[in-house]
T-cell receptor, first 114, second 114 residues
Framework: DAMVIQNPRYQVTQFGKPVTLSCSQT?????MYWYQQKSSQAPKLLFH???????NEADTPDNFQSRRPNTSFCFLDIRSPGLGDAAMYLCATSRDLGAGEKLFFGSGTQLSVL | AQSVAQPEDQVNVAEGNPLTVKCTYS??????LFWYVQYPNRGLQFLLKYITGDNLVKGSYGFEAEFNKSQTSFHLKKPSALVSDSALYFC????????????FGTGTRLTVIP
């Protein structure tokens, strides 16, 4: 009965080879987020969608893009992965935007770059 | 700018003893504070939040947290630790002005020793 599902659990790609990570949700939430979490560091917000409106964090590299074709699905595209992009990527949802909203997370995708 | 500090990377406690996981925050306005837990191979799960009202907040699995404005702290507590509480705990803060971004600490690994 997982509510936020990320596939795959582990992803290996080569330096410079585009890669896409997937996230789906069964909660019908308006907001979907992508976080990057490097080893022993805090999760860092890359961007979020409020419905179809895309919101990029100011310090998110251009190498990272996202798509949300419908309410249920959201994708993270890394156009030319570098070694520094190896990390856990977490997808999360919330019902709405608001300071008190809690986030629902997927299990994450661990990305390795060779 | 918003930030969260979790001063302890690792906390060990004996089963049945009380536990405390520390968190301090910095935010320009009134803070919205959260605790999340991450079990192995699982996504982050919401435990509890402080928005306003009573400084002592009760959450899931018997956890509670105390908001202390003068010390800018939001420590997580439980009266009697269980082995199953062993996990990675994240404190997070949200600025009500820029509500889209939840700022996480680096996490504290709690180990409950049987």
């Amino acid at each position: 009965d997982a509510m936020v599902i990320q596939n795959p659990r582990y992803q290996v790609t080569q330096f410079g080879k585009p890669v896409t990570l997937s996230c789906s949700q069964t909660l019908n939430h308006n907001v979907m987020y992508w976080y990057q979490q490097k080893s022993s560091q805090a999760p860092k917000l890359l961007f979020h969608y409020y419905d179809k409106d895309f919101n990029n964090e100011a310090d998110t590299p251009d190498n990272f893009q996202s798509r949300r074709p419908n309410t249920s699905f959201c994708f993270l595209d890394i156009r030319s992965p570098g070694l520094g992009d190896a990390a856990m990527y977490l997808c999360a949802t919330s019902r709405d935007l608001g300071a008190g909203e809690k986030l629902f997370f997927g299990s994450g995708t661990q990305l390795s770059v060779l | 700018a918003q930030s969260v500090a979790q001063p302890e990377d690792q906390v060990n406690v004996a089963e049945g003893n009380p536990l405390t996981v520390k968190c301090t925050y910095s935010v320009s306005g009134n803070p919205y504070l959260f605790w999340y837990v991450q079990y192995p191979n699982r996504g982050l799960q919401f435990l509890l939040k402080y928005i306003t009202g009573d400084n002592l907040v009760k959450g899931s699995y018997g956890f509670e947290a105390e908001f202390n404005k003068s010390q800018t702290s939001f420590h997580l507590k439980k009266p009697s630790a269980l082995v199953s509480d062993s996990a990675l705990y994240f404190c997070a803060v949200r600025d009500p002005i820029k509500a889209n971004n939840l700022f996480f600490g680096t996490g504290t690994r709690l180990t409950v020793i049987p």
